[in-house]
């Protein structure tokens, strides 16, 4: 595809059920990073991931998130146990790399964003 | 830690003028990077314009251009010749070269025709 794609577009469960929340990248892209956004509100770093990897995990708001990437492409963010503040757009984004070979930072590109609404 | 401050919830401006939006940040890093950020009402991102903070020259995209002032932790986006299709609203946002990013919490800027 051309652009970065999320699944679901929205998704609405019941407080306590788990979730997962999908996110490939542009094909290439080695470096792919998850955002929150509450209602209104500007965007929360998540997790960034290098390859499979994922460096710092300390944006994760509690042990209920977790994510995971493998074979350097898809990536998904489980959230375990849902609460009602975790109601928000789950966005994620990929860039080729986090910096370009003469330090500049790479541009990142955002899929749509996955609405996820708990009841 | 890094604070990234938008201190202009709302702004309009009339169409073919030129509006400034304001962003402050706050950090002890010394290698950073700033982003302007464009949010439609269709949810999609779009990177409006960078900076890296070791560059004294600020940024220009077409209409678009930055004020960058390191010593006060400053980074205004001015938007020229302003146009319909420039209603969303802007995210100013913060990079370490970790890969970890801060975000504002956004001005709604409407174009008036």
Known sequence: GAGVSQS?????????KDVELRCDPISGHTALYW??????????????FQGNSAPDKSGLPSDRFSAERTGGSVSTLTIQRTQQEDSAVYLCASSLALLLAGGQY??????????LTVL | ???????QPEMSVQEAETVTLSCTY?????NYYLFWYKQPPSRQMILVIR?????????????FSVN??????SFSLK???SQLGDTAMYFCAFYTNAGKSTFGDGTTLTVKP
């Open chain 1, 8 to 16: 679901p577009s929205n998704k609405v469960t019941e407080k306590g």
């Open chain 1, 35 to 48: 955002y929150r956004q509450s209602l209104g509100q500007g965007l929360e770093f998540l997790i960034y």
């Open chain 1, 106 to 115: 790479n541009e990142q590109f955002f899929g749509p964003g996955t609405r």
């Open chain 2, 1 to 7: 830690a890094q604070t990234v401050t938008q201190s």
């Open chain 2, 26 to 30: 706050d950090t002890s890093e010394n």
């Open chain 2, 51 to 63: 900076q890296e903070a070791y560059k004294q020259q600020n940024a220009t995209e077409n209409r």
């Open chain 2, 68 to 73: 960058f002032q390191k010593a006060a932790k």
């Open chain 2, 79 to 81: 938007i020229s010749d």
